[in-house]
């Protein structure tokens, strides 16, 4: 279809999201929002019982709120190291960001999105092959999120749920760096010997990558939700400062990746190494 082509599917594509938006988003209007309240003489024990435990709530809410207003006058550098300081001292919070979060996003944006293709044309890999062959991590990636809420519900563990796909996230490095394997070949054009076993690591270990991106992208901020940051300045507050501490490993990724890369000369076991060292970064989880 040519590059026009391309550019054509991309636009028609981003009208249909936008119309799906539009009627799939609901709409409420502040007339409607009274409609269904109960009468104080229709609530029944277990209402009264959950407004009390909700008086509660918004009792400690408040106290919480007295401190942000505090923290909130003082100037707006001295606010930011105050909560960053907190969220360190926060270990749940700390080795979620920095373990799990920040080597997630050094993968995606250093390797997968960076580096991964210049390392797959070093291999001879044509250009459209390379296209298809990335394609498979977000294939993995939709799978996996349709099936992660139920087993996130299922096992009632959104920490085992990060571990499990922190592993699978090595794992899927390491095979993908073992296409590098001296007893497989260095290209995939021609008729080479091996290369469909080196094509076969490549497309699951790219399966694998996907599958457990998505086992972490949406319970991380489930389990960051639960965190004592989060108890004492809000879910709303601890997913941002989460999302400040993981930009790190968006500008850091490029950067540390490729310089990995250059190092090694394009070698792809130099991908077995960054895989092994996901893996050894969730010892303490």
Not at 110 to 139: C, H, N, R, V, W
């Amino acid at each position: 279809i040519g590059l026009r082509g391309v550019f054509l599917i991309g636009a028609g594509l981003a009208v249909l999201i936008f119309l799906y938006a539009y009627v799939a988003i609901p709409s409420f209007r502040g007339e409607n929002f009274g409609e269904h309240e109960l009468a104080a003489d229709d609530r029944d024990p277990t209402s009264m019982a959950i407004e009390t435990v909700t008086q509660a709530a918004m009792r400690a809410e408040v106290a919480r709120e007295v401190e942000r207003r505090q923290i909130a006058s003082a100037p707006l550098w001295e606010r930011l190291k105050y909560r960053l300081a907190l969220a360190l001292g926060d270990w749940e919070f700390f080795k979620t960001a920095v373990m799990i979060g920040i080597p997630v996003k050094v993968i995606m944006a250093g390797f997968f999105k960076a580096s991964l293709p210049l390392l797959l044309a070093a291999l001879s890999f044509a250009t459209e092959d390379i296209g298809q062959i990335m394609m498979l991590y977000y294939g993995g990636v939709l799978l996996s999120n349709t099936i992660i809420t139920r087993l996130t519900d299922k096992l009632g563990n959104t920490r085992l749920v990060l571990f499990i796909g922190g592993i699978s996230s090595g794992v899927g490095l390491i095979l993908i760096g073992l296409i590098g394997w001296d007893a497989l070949p260095v290209q995939i054009t021609g008729a080479v010997q091996n290369a469909g076993l080196m094509l076969a690591l490549l497309l699951i270990g790219m399966t694998v990558l996907g599958l457990a991106h998505g086992f972490i992208q949406a319970p991380i901020i489930t389990h960051i939700s639960h965190t004592q940051t989060a108890q004492r300045y809000g879910q709303a507050t601890a997913s941002s400062l989460y999302r400040l501490y993981e930009r790190i490993g968006n500008i850091a990724g490029p950067l540390l990746i490729s310089a990995i890369l250059v190092a090694s000369q394009y070698d792809p076991i130099s991908v077995v190494w960054i895989g092994s060292a996901v893996m050894l970064s969730l010892l303490h989880i």
